[in-house]
């Protein structure tokens, strides 16, 4: 790990809560001048620790009002490459995120939809006419937590 002190640690929670906040604000908060902030910031986007930025979307308002977790197992290994389900999986809107993943599954997806009978059709319609999709298991996102991070005990722990 790099040579990351605890202001290091404490502006990385202060933007995994909010990642709009200025350098100005940040500082203030942790009781640094805005230069300061910002060079410490540029440090850890140079060292590849803080990449980009996230905006979080309110997919019910949006009227996605379904999230399914795909659990897919190809099934003819070596006739379909990996980057070949991959690319045709990551060209489906509504797949929000594919993994990929060792154990009972080979591919984890984050499926947003309008309702079941939406999620039904990307199913029946894109998901399980992929090449190489051997088997789907599909559990319903009924409630979700955000949690911080692993930031907290990361500093504690060195």
């Known amino acids: 790990m790099s040579d990351l002190d605890e202001i290091d640690f404490a502006l ?36 590849k620790i803080l990449v980009g930025r996230q905006l979080d979307l309110d997919r019910e308002k949006l009227g996605f009002g379904v999230t ?47 309702d079941i009978a939406d999620f039904e059709r990307v199913l029946r319609r894109r998901i399980m006419l992929l090449p190489g999709v051997g088997s789907v298991d599909a559990n319903v996102l009924l409630s979700e937590e955000r949690r911080p991070g692993p930031l907290g005990p990361l500093n504690r722990a060195r």
């Open 68 to 114: 399914v977790f795909l659990g897919v197992k190809l099934g003819t290994k070596g006739r379909v490459s990996l980057e070949d389900f991959e690319r045709a999986v990551s060209a489906i809107p509504e797949v929000q995120t594919v993994e990929h993943v060792l154990g009972l599954y080979d591919y984890r997806l984050r499926v947003t939809a309008r």
């Open 12 to 47: 990385l929670r202060a933007l995994s809560q909010d990642a709009s906040q200025s350098a100005g604000a940040l500082g203030r908060e942790l009781g640094l001048s805005q230069p300061a902030t910002w060079r410490r910031i540029k440090r850890l986007q140079d060292l």
